[in-house]
Nanobody, 124 residues
Framework: QVQLVESGGGSVQAGGSLRLSCAAS????????VGWYRQAPGKRRESVAA???????AYKNSVKGRFALSRDKAKKAWYLQMDSLQPEDTAVYYC??????????????????WGQGTQVTVSS
């Protein structure tokens, strides 16, 4: 089975930085997309950054120039470097992937997978 494990959340003051990491376990056959979503209290979950089919990262407008998504295919991991954090960035951040994996000798998917979520709190 595939699991996504996140790390790196925390609390910072406005203007600070955090780096989120996501590592995938399991036998992955192919990856359609990787990225990060976030959900603030009382709001819908929204996409923050994504890499689709190996293309360039795409970002939510409000984080462009401040956040950077990178990927290490060999480690089955991806990262979100968040700089110049603002209070409006406060949310639970979820790593996300759409991928196919090998289970019982067969290719399954593609399916969506989610991390457990990590809290990011930015104080003014």
């Amino acid at each position: 089975q595939v699991q996504l494990v996140e790390s790196g959340g925390g609390s910072v003051q406005a203007g600070g930085s955090l780096r989120l990491s996501c590592a995938a376990s399991g036998e992955i056959f192919s990856t359609n997309a990787v990225g990060w979503y976030r959900q603030a209290p009382g709001k819908r979950r929204e996409s923050v950054a994504a890499i689709v089919r190996g293309g360039d990262p795409a970002y939510k407008n409000s984080v462009k120039g401040r956040f950077a998504l990178s990927r290490d295919k060999a480690k089955k991991a991806w990262y979100l470097q968040m700089d110049s954090l603002q209070p409006e960035d406060t949310a639970v951040y979820y790593c996300h992937a759409v991928l196919s994996h090998i289970d019982g000798g067969l290719v399954r998917g593609p399916f969506e997978f989610w991390g457990q979520g990590t809290q990011v709190t930015v104080s003014s």
